[in-house]
């Protein structure tokens, strides 16, 4: 059952050529949950097992966590297999599930805008999300290459940027860090 916190809902874009998209939706997510709201997180393209897949297990039932993914790295120069637009169409169909259930007070649709980029899924299918929320429900978009539709829908964007990055320097991503 969710919360009666939540009296409305906006839509929140999480956007830009940095790291910190995943990682702001999920303290949303865990400061939601310091106040009694429940979390929905679908992970568009991530089929990795990441840290906040064992973090968001401690923190049942206030967070669930859903891939929709491989364990491999898809290309923008390679066209999408089919697997992985049925996976992402599966996705986005559970995800909207998750919104419209009534037990979820915030939906975080992770990495969309990036499966939006790889064709995996439509601008209207975004815009669609944003028209017909509930309107006691947030959710938010996180990846890169937000279309500039859903920013024209969205109550509140922010775009990471990248000042100074290590990445640069030749350091991979860390487990606990950046995985």
Same mark, same amino acid.
């Given at each position: 059952?969710?919360?009666?916190?939540?009296?409305?809902?906006?839509?929140?874009?999480?956007?830009?050529?940095?790291?910190?998209?995943?990682?702001?939706? *999920?303290?949303? =997510?865990?400061? !939601? $949950?310091?106040? @009694?709201?429940?979390?929905? +997180?679908?992970?568009?393209?991530?089929?990795?097992?990441?840290?906040?897949?064992?973090?968001?297990?401690?923190?049942?039932?206030?967070?669930?966590?859903?891939?929709?993914?491989?364990?491999?790295?898809?290309?923008?120069?390679?066209?999408?297999?089919?697997?992985?637009?049925?996976?992402?169409?599966?996705? *986005?169909?559970? =995800?909207?599930? !998750? $919104?419209?259930? @009534?037990?979820?007070?915030? +939906?975080?649709?992770?990495?969309?805008?990036?499966?939006?980029?790889?064709?995996?899924?439509?601008?209207?299918?975004?815009?669609?999300?944003?028209?017909?929320?509930?309107?006691?429900?947030?959710?938010?978009?996180?990846?890169?290459?937000?279309?500039?539709?859903?920013?024209?829908?969205?109550?509140?964007?922010?775009?990471?940027?990248?000042?100074?990055?290590?990445?640069?320097?030749?350091?991979?991503?860390?487990?606990?860090?950046?995985?």
């Amino acid at each position: 059952m969710k919360s009666d916190v939540l009296k409305k809902g906006y839509v929140q874009v999480y956007t830009g050529n940095c790291k910190g998209k995943t990682t702001a939706s *999920l303290g949303l =997510a865990f400061r !939601a $949950m310091g106040q @009694g709201l429940k979390t929905y +997180i679908g992970q568009f393209m991530k089929g990795q097992c990441y840290g906040e897949l064992k973090s968001a297990e401690m923190c049942k039932p206030y967070i669930t966590i859903e891939q929709y993914g491989k364990d491999t790295f898809t290309h923008i120069q390679n066209p999408p297999l089919e697997e992985d637009v049925k996976m992402a169409v599966e996705g *986005l169909e559970k =995800a909207k599930k !998750a $919104m419209f259930s @009534g037990e979820y007070d915030i +939906i975080i649709f992770d990495e969309i805008n990036i499966a939006h980029h790889y064709n995996l899924i439509t601008t209207e299918e975004m815009v669609d999300i944003i028209k017909n929320k509930p309107e006691d429900v947030e959710i938010v978009f996180t990846g890169r290459h937000a279309p500039q539709k859903v920013i024209e829908f969205a109550d509140l964007v922010t775009e990471m940027v990248s000042v100074k990055h290590y990445y640069d320097k030749g350091i991979i991503a860390r487990d606990g860090i950046e995985k």
